[in-house]
């Protein structure tokens, strides 16, 4: 690897970093601001608070600076739309500039190869720090016994969570086993994945590759990204849809299509290892038929 090629991977990581910060701040900001519109029109703060019967000024006066707060997390969101959109076209573009020379003869598959695995950790990092999906449960104008009605939503539920946060969460509440189950398999195990790709592709032993192969394939046994990236899916579409008394709405996040990028060139990226170790093996055997 030449020294042009070690630089331009620096001011991708270095560009990477500046945009997916910008991202981070930008969806923070909407969690906040989402948090703090379902916390106004939440259930413990309007259904079981006596005043809201006496003065009904009150579940107004939340209902306004709820919609102030939505109209926040609207503009806040766009914002990281736009960012997660900028970030995925840098990356992409990137991507398939190195394709081309590639594809010309201009850079070896060793090179490529590690551009793959440039790519696909920048969008692991991103995918497992950004929220992937957000749920909410609610009931709309919610008549409390013909004494009072609360007219608009009533939040009873309301997560948004990234795999760290989850994590985090898991941990906090003692659900030690699920908690750390999700961090080996869909933080530890592809960052692991991805490092022993990467020595694969620089080694040029074919005894040490074979070893990093057989290790790679007995990890990629308990690799749950597909299986996690379909569960959320899954979730997403199932919670859409409960037909109960309560009213459900939940939505996608950019992680969670980051994380299903990343899932892509991952698979690609063994492509490259397979080649890599034809090719040694190849040039061992042309050794051997010189001698």
């Known amino acids: 690897m030449n020294k042009a090629f070690i630089a331009i991977l620096l001011v991708f990581f270095l560009i990477s970093s500046f945009l997916g910060n910008k991202l981070?701040?930008?969806?923070?900001?909407?969690?906040?601001?989402?948090?703090?519109?379902?916390?106004?029109?939440?259930?413990?703060?309007?259904?079981?608070?006596i005043t809201g019967y006496l003065?009904?000024?009150?579940?107004?006066?939340?209902?306004?600076?709820?919609?102030?707060?939505?109209?926040?997390?609207?503009?806040?969101?766009?914002?990281?739309?736009?960012?997660?959109?900028?970030?995925?076209?840098?990356?992409?573009?990137?991507?398939?500039?190195?394709?081309?020379?590639?594809?010309?003869?201009?850079?070896?598959y060793i090179q490529f190869g590690i551009v793959i695995l440039s790519c696909s950790l920048v969008l692991l990092l991103i995918g497992i720090t950004m929220?992937?999906?957000?749920?909410?449960?609610?009931?709309?104008?919610?008549?409390?016994?013909?004494v009072k009605t609360f007219n608009?939503?009533?939040?009873?539920?309301?997560?948004?969570?990234?795999?760290?946060?989850?994590?985090?969460?898991?941990?906090?509440?003692?659900?030690?086993?699920?908690?750390?189950?999700?961090?080996?398999?869909?933080?530890?195990?592809?960052?692991?994945?991805?490092?022993?790709?990467?020595?694969?592709?620089?080694?040029n032993s074919l005894n040490k590759q074979e070893r990093l192969i057989k290790v790679i394939t007995f990890i990629g046994k308990y690799s749950m990204a597909d299986v996690y990236v379909a569960a959320c899916f899954l979730a997403f579409l199932s919670f859409s849809n409960l037909n109960t008394g309560v009213k459900t709405e939940s939505s996608t996040l950019l992680g969670l299509y980051f994380?299903?990028?990343?899932?892509?060139?991952?698979?690609a990226s063994h492509y490259f290892i397979v080649k890599k170790q034809s090719f040694l093996k190849n040039e061992g055997s042309s050794i051997l038929d010189k001698k």
């Open 55 to 108: 003065d009904s000024s009150s579940w107004n006066s939340a209902q306004e600076r709820a919609k102030e707060a939505r109209k926040k997390s609207i503009k806040a969101k766009q914002t990281a739309n736009f960012y997660g959109l900028i970030t995925g076209v840098f990356i992409l573009v990137f991507g398939l500039f190195f394709f081309l020379l590639y594809r010309k003869n201009r850079i070896n």
């Open 24 to 49: 981070h701040q930008d969806i923070e900001k909407f969690q906040r601001y989402k948090l703090a519109y379902t916390s106004e029109l939440n259930f413990e703060n309007s259904l079981l608070d």
């Open 152 to 203: 608009g939503k009533m939040y009873f539920f309301y997560q948004c969570k990234s795999v760290l946060g989850l994590i985090s969460t898991l941990f906090q509440s003692n659900n030690l086993i699920v908690g750390i189950a999700i961090l080996l398999f869909s933080v530890l195990n592809p960052l692991i994945k991805l490092s022993l790709y990467f020595l694969n592709l620089v080694t």
């Open 259 to 267: 994380f299903l990028g990343y899932c892509i060139l991952s698979i």
């Open 131 to 146: 929220p992937f999906i957000e749920i909410g449960a609610y009931m709309r104008d919610l008549n409390v016994g013909g």
